[in-house]
């Protein structure tokens, strides 16, 4: 038998304070592949800022973990992890709010995601 498969549907992007001085250069990754924005490098936020996302993740497996990595791009040095993002995905639900758990005691940057699971036909 098989676990039943569910789309998890990324909507928002919340930035609350970022890693640079004036922008972050965000970018998302799953499972090491980035998956988010589509059609660029990344997305320019700063402090108070919201982004929609629009992407979703096809084929999770209730009761699955999922784990999102929250990166900034750099121009001149290797890109930063900031942190990740998990979400328990029980089933259909949401919109739900994740933080992203900081990947370092001296990261400042705080985001956090909006999610949830469409209802399937
Ligand atoms: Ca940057
Ligand atoms: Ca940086």
Redesign the pocket.
């Known amino acids: 038998m098989s676990a039943k498969k569910h789309i998890v549907k990324l909507l928002h992007l919340y930035c609350y304070a970022n ?2 001085l004036k922008e972050d250069e965000v970018f998302i990754k799953h499972k090491g592949k980035k998956i988010w924005p589509v059609n660029k490098k990344y997305a320019s936020l700063k402090p108070g800022e919201k982004i929609e996302m629009n992407v979703e993740i096809p084929d999770v497996e209730e009761g699955e973990l999922l784990s999102l990595e929250v990166w ?1 791009w ?1 121009l001149f040095s290797a890109n ?1 992890h900031l942190g990740s993002a998990t979400m328990k995905v029980d089933g259909p639900g949401g919109p739900y709010l994740v933080d992203m758990r900081p990947s370092s005691t001296e990261e400042t940057a705080r985001y956090s995601i909006q999610w949830q699971v469409p209802w399937s036909e």
């Open positions: 890693e640079e900034d750099d930063d």
